[in-house]
């Protein structure tokens, strides 16, 4: 699975847009970009993926570079709960057998009053 | 669906005795995961399983630790005997299969040998 890049850690204030940059330059065709994330003590939570086009869901929009090297996880009016650790992934497609979902350091984001 | 559940929450025990930590993933998922989660390494993939059969265990640390899927309901990891480095969250995960499918996880079960 191709590695990724995000910065240590960001910091949101409270009702602004939160924008977590994800590198991931050697990614593959056929692979997706997930994001996680997890919140202290708890376990890591789904929130979008994406292979090419841009995508959209009640937690978050995921904008993916056209070619796909980068990828943007925006969260539109940021709350104190989404303090978080936040983690990029990118993992490949089903071959036959389960695939794997390998974690990184990820993107401490901390919203702020 | 209660989600994927995991047993015990806690668990204190110490040096050299076995460990068993337990999982129930979602029902009709087929694919189920183990993490270990550490300050200093973060979360580890240890072995995951594709209908009942573990695919890949390379993230085992060593042959302390053993993990079994008797069911489509029901996985265990245990550690024999239990070391104080051994101290971690340790996660279990299902999905159905598919590299487009999202993993759900559970609370994890921390562990603490002393």
């Known amino acids: 699975d191709a590695k990724t890049t995000q910065p240590p850690s960001m910091d949101c204030a409270e009702g602004r847009a939160a924008n977590l940059p994800c590198n991931h330059s050697t990614i593959s065709g056929n692979e997706y970009v997930y994001w996680y994330r997890q919140i202290h003590s708890q376990g890591p939570q789904y929130i979008i993926h994406?292979?090419?086009n841009n995508e959209t869901n009640e937690m978050a929009s995921l904008i993916i570079t056209e070619d796909r090297k980068s990828s943007t996880l925006i969260l539109p009016h940021a709350t104190l709960r989404d303090t978080a650790v936040y983690y990029c992934i990118v993992r490949s497609p089903n071959t036959g057998t389960a695939s794997k979902l390998t974690f990184g350091t990820g993107t401490r984001l901390q919203v702020m009053l | 669906d209660a989600g994927v559940i995991q047993s015990p929450r806690h668990e204190v025990t110490e040096m050299g005795q076995e460990v068993t930590l337990r999982c129930k993933p979602i029902s009709g998922h087929n694919s189920l995961f183990w993490y270990r989660q550490t300050m200093m390494r973060g979360l580890e993939l240890l072995i995951y399983f594709n209908n009942n059969v573990p695919i890949d265990d390379s993230g085992m640390p060593e042959d302390r630790f053993s993990a079994k899927m008797p069911n489509a309901s029901f996985s265990t990891l245990k550690i024999q005997p239990s070391e104080p480095r051994d101290s971690a969250v340790y996660f279990c995960a299902s999905s159905q299969q598919g590299g487009n499918t999202e993993a759900f996880f559970g609370q994890g079960t921390r562990l603490t040998v002393v």
């Open positions: 994406g292979l090419k």
